[in-house]
């Protein structure tokens, strides 16, 4: 028997949840790809019946490898962040060295943001309507926000020598003011 691997279906449904819950085009700060704080990590909150973590799972289930491969290949950016690798005590959500770079969490309470997430959540709920029983929008903006909230402080860590591995409170405001720009 060999090693178990995600459904097309559930990889799809990952995806359609990322673009729903990010904005990772003319977007400013990071989104972690590891953790609870993750992409995987709201999936999760979301729909755990699809994902297979460290507490067990389908057998085809997702696991947060195979999303990152999925994410990556459909162009969240990973950049290495130097600060991670160097100072562990100060990783609290177990984020680590990689995150998704130009990417940001959607904003529930910005109206364009808000809109984006519907037309997302009602995409993905279309595509796949079992899920519907499993998550609610409501539910779905709760989980975004709640992760927003708690990543903000690292979300627009700043690049560069001097800067690395701070946090750039301002990275969550300017990313803000760019929804017109976004097509999708």
């Known amino acids: 028997m060999g090693r178990p ?63 990152n491969k999925m994410l990556q290949k459909h162009g969240f950016q990973r950049k290495r962040s130097r600060s991670a690798a160097l100072n562990r005590s100060s990783d609290r959500f177990g984020v680590g060295m990689y ?32 899920l519907e029983a499993t998550c609610t929008f409501d539910r779905f903006c709760e989980v975004v926000d709640s992760i927003r909230v708690q990543w903000e402080p690292w979300s627009g860590r ?14 969550g405001e300017e990313g803000e003011g760019e929804e017109g720009e976004e097509g999708e």
Request: glycine fraction near 10%; proline fraction near 4%.
């Open 99 to 130: 995150l998704f770079n130009m990417c940001r969490w959607r904003d529930s309470t910005n109206a364009a943001d808000r809109e984006e997430m519907q037309k997302g959540w009602f995409h993905l709920m279309r595509t796949y309507p079992s």
């Open 5 to 67: 691997a995600a459904s097309q279906a559930n990889k799809e449904t990952g995806l359609l949840f990322a673009k729903a819950a990010c904005v990772c085009r003319n977007a400013d700060g990071m989104v972690a790809r590891n953790g609870p704080l993750s992409v995987f990590g709201a999936l999760a909150a979301c729909f755990p019946n699809i994902v297979r973590d460290e507490n067990g799972g389908p057998r085809d289930g997702l696991t947060f490898h195979e999303l």
């Open 158 to 171: 700043k690049k560069g020598r001097t800067g690395e591995g701070t946090s750039n409170a301002s990275a």
